[in-house]
């Protein structure tokens, strides 16, 4: 299995960028898909997720109204877009995919089998 993210950069505060995760040898679909972040020195923190079955979508607090993730089940590739950027929204952005991740446990990076290398996203103030 391999999760590749790419669509990380430096952006300006209050800007956007689009991260994509497309997936090998895994159907999103059939998997919960999410995204994590982690800054230098702190723990990787939850941001958002996709359930496969359901559709159903979550979101950390501190993203919520200004993120988006989606799926593209053609191009078995997962995205998330920000918009209105913040610094605190700095980090190396992760792709994961857990295939019995309940929704008690989403946002937990525990219950995530799968990850990929990560990119990183610099928010400039």
């Known amino acids: 299995v391999q999760l590749q993210a790419s669509g990380g950069g430096l952006v300006q505060a209050g800007g956007s960028l689009r991260l994509s995760c497309v997936a090998s040898?895994?159907?999103?679909?059939?998997?919960?898909m999410a995204w994590f972040r982690q800054e230098l020195g702190k723990e990787r923190e939850f941001v958002a997720a996709?359930?496969?079955?359901?559709?159903?979508?979550f979101y950390a607090e501190s993203v919520k109204g200004r993120f988006t993730v989606s799926r593209d089940n053609a191009k078995n590739t997962v995205f998330l877009q920000m918009n209105s950027l913040k610094p605190e929204d700095m980090g190396v952005y992760y792709c994961?995919?857990?295939?019995?991740?309940?929704?008690?446990?989403?946002?937990?990076?525990?219950?995530?089998?799968?990850w990929g290398r990560g990119t990183l996203v610099t928010v400039s103030s």
């Open positions: 994961a995919a857990g295939r019995t991740v309940i929704n008690t446990t989403v946002r937990n990076a525990a219950a995530y089998a799968y």
């Open positions: 040898d895994l159907t999103v679909s059939r998997y919960t």
């Open positions: 996709v359930k496969g079955n359901s559709g159903a979508t």
